[in-house]
Nanobody, 118 residues
């Protein structure tokens, strides 16, 4: 398993969660890391991404409520989500990509379920 995601669960509206994704030590030269989500009956969508240099990008739906961060030396990316809404309910997956001497690569972690409900 190249990426492992943690931190999903059931939370009440207005609550918060912190998702973590840890990449294997044998992944080198990661460029971008990010989080995506897929709600039932919907297509997977970008939540947030972060470059190796720390440039972030957020979906409009989570902007201002979420913070993505990473620790390059640990191949780890986090997603802090605050003021959660029922529409944030989805399976959240982490992603990373990069390039090595063998060419470009992309990995996906297993999803972690986030359910926002009272």
């Amino acid at each position: 398993v190249q990426l492992q995601a943690f931190g999903g669960g059931l939370v009440q509206p207005g609550g918060y969660l912190r998702l973590s994704c840890v990449g294997s030590r044998n992944i080198f030269s990661i460029n971008d890391m990010g989080w995506y989500r897929q709600a039932p009956g919907k297509q997977r969508e970008l939540v947030a991404t972060i470059t190796r240099g720390g440039i972030t990008k957020y979906a409009d739906s989570v902007k201002g409520r979420s913070t993505i961060s990473r620790i390059n030396a640990k191949n780890t990316v986090y997603l802090q989500m605050n003021s959660l809404k029922p529409e944030d309910t989805a399976v959240y997956s982490c992603n990373c990509n990069g390039t090595t001497g063998w060419g470009p690569y992309e990995y996906w972690g297993q999803g972690t379920q986030v359910t926002v409900s009272s």
